[in-house]
């Protein structure tokens, strides 16, 4: 079993910051590949970007040049750091941890880009 325990997020005003962690216990590789997920009101899950065990990452074009996946495998935890922040940003955000035997889900963290 994985555990996954999303944080940081909140309320930001359009142009701010905001870094969201995500520590995951359990049967884990801690340089496993894990990903980030958005689900905005009325939508369905994206994908945001993902980081894989060598540190390679990618992102959806939405996202692009605004957010950074990093990790920190001696903390089991991987990072969003979100900059340039739009309304358009504003979801629930999912880390997620891929392993041969499924993919496993956080229960998110809250953004909300508002003025």
């Known amino acids: 079993q994985v555990h996954l325990v999303e944080s940081g997020g909140g309320l930001v005003q359009p142009g701010g910051s905001l870094r969201l962690s995500c520590e995951a216990s359990?049967?884990?590789?801690?340089?496993?590949?894990m990903g980030w997920y958005r689900q905005a009101p009325g939508n369905g899950r994206e994908f945001v970007g993902a980081?894989?065990?060598?540190?390679?990452?990618n992102y959806a074009d939405s996202v692009k040049g605004r957010f950074t996946i990093s990790r920190d495998n001696a903390k089991n935890t991987v990072y969003l750091q979100m900059n340039s922040l739009k309304p358009d940003d504003t979801a629930l955000y999912y880390c997620?941890?891929?392993?041969?035997?499924?993919?496993?889900w956080g229960q998110g963290t809250h953004v909300t880009v508002s003025s």
């Open positions: 997620a941890y891929y392993s041969a035997s499924g993919t496993y």
């Open positions: 359990g049967s884990i590789f801690s340089a496993a590949a």
């Open positions: 980081i894989i065990s060598d540190g390679s990452t």
